[in-house]
């Protein structure tokens, strides 16, 4: 039976959404503007404009103005050109037929060639496309010119200022998608709504703590956008537990028992990201091995529950995801260690499976556990994130096909996590309701 709430949802608009494109090293798999200076240009003068941008001397636009009048190129020069290095990323196509069929607007925007883009797309059929890039006019005589209508003189940076661009779209969308790969996103990056990032864009939204979702290529992009996940799996230290102060207290009453020097905090999380075992392997000799296990055991048993404690908002997280997606752990800790401390603190109902080591699956980076919480809480592998605050949990989602959600904490800084290619880096537990809704 229909509600009057029910019935006043479909009735609603569907959300306006806009999807704008990077060309070169998005839509464009290579780089074009560099080669296309770089190949038509005879004098080497042109690098002298080229440091002085790298300087920060200057933005793209001085750098255009100063080389055109070096470049020599005609209609025949660009089309081979074109041809022979500019490569369309296979997935592009699929991906504008899906955008249509859901009414989705999806503009081009670039700091580099307006004749380059329209070349290319000429080339494999695609047209109809907005775009917003500086323009390369072909005087006919072998020179050319460029324009950059675009341009936003406040800034002074990208010939092509994408930030404008986002704020003159506004007012039109419910949502405005920003997918790009370098420098020249880097000004719009804060002000879409969301941002698909491929190659140093990535790295750029961590360090400036911009959301960003990683993509390789647009064949992900629909599937990105839309995705219902189904279940999460989480780490434990460090994820949902505040327990890394205790683990360094019992790893250094273990050295002091052996006769080694202490670690810090940091560099036993740093390090112990593998099981105790062979975390212990790597530090002590065979001889001692069983004897450092069984001291370190004996006293982190006498500690571990009074010592240990929710990270912060960690609960609240879970009792929002309770009902709506499947919920597991997946951790390196001793599994029986795992399972006490879920009960001690009271998620142990929240969990579907509470997998650790020495419960019969290889730990962390092998992929056994994963393929575990896999089976048991039936659900595809694409629509299951993993969440985890270190490279072993990334390098471990990725070895079982799972996406990464890497948070960011004291330990491994934003910057750090996205060296190892996860999905997404959260700032904070809190966000991972809302990162899990589908997007558009």
Known sequence: ?????????????????????????????????????????????????????????IGSKGVYEAVAPLIRMDRADLERFVTRHATLDPGFPRFL?????????????????DATIETLFRNHGISGLEIFANRLILNGDGGVSIESPHYDPACGTCGTCKLQIIKRFRPLYDKIVLIGDGESDRHAAGAADIVLAMKDLFDYCAREEIPAIRTRDFSEVPFLLTRRVGAVAFDMDGTLVDSLDSIADAFNHMFAVLGYPPMSTDEVVRKTGISLLDFIKSFVPKEEGEHAVKVFRDYYDRIFLERTRMMPAAMETLNALDGTVTQGVVS??????????????????????????????????????????VREAGVAKENIVYVGDSPIDIQAAR??????????????????????????????????????????
């Open 97 to 113: 037929e899906w955008a249509a069929s859901r009414g989705i607007d999806v503009k081009i925007v670039s700091d580099g060639f």
């Open 332 to 373: 390196n800790k001793r599994g029986a260690y795992a399972r006490l401390l879920a009960e001690h603190l009271g998620f142990a109902g929240k969990m579907t499976r509470i997998i650790g080591a020495e419960d019969g699956f290889k730990a962390k980076p092998s992929a056994e556990m994963f393929d575990e919480f």
């Open 399 to 440: 070895n079982a096909g799972i996406d990464a959600f890497a948070l960011a904490g004291s330990i491994f800084s934003p910057e750090e996590l996205a060296q190892h290619r996860p999905r997404r880096i959260l700032r904070h537990i809190s966000e991972l309701p809302e990162a899990l809704k589908p997007l558009i």
């Open 1 to 57: 039976m229909q509600t009057d709430s029910t019935k006043t949802a479909r009735n609603q608009p569907a959300p306006r959404v806009l999807i704008l494109c990077d060309f070169d090293g998005t839509v464009s798999v290579k780089d074009t503007v560099n080669r296309l200076v770089r190949e038509h240009i005879a004098s080497p003068e042109w690098r002298f404009h080229v440091k002085r941008y790298l300087r920060g001397e």
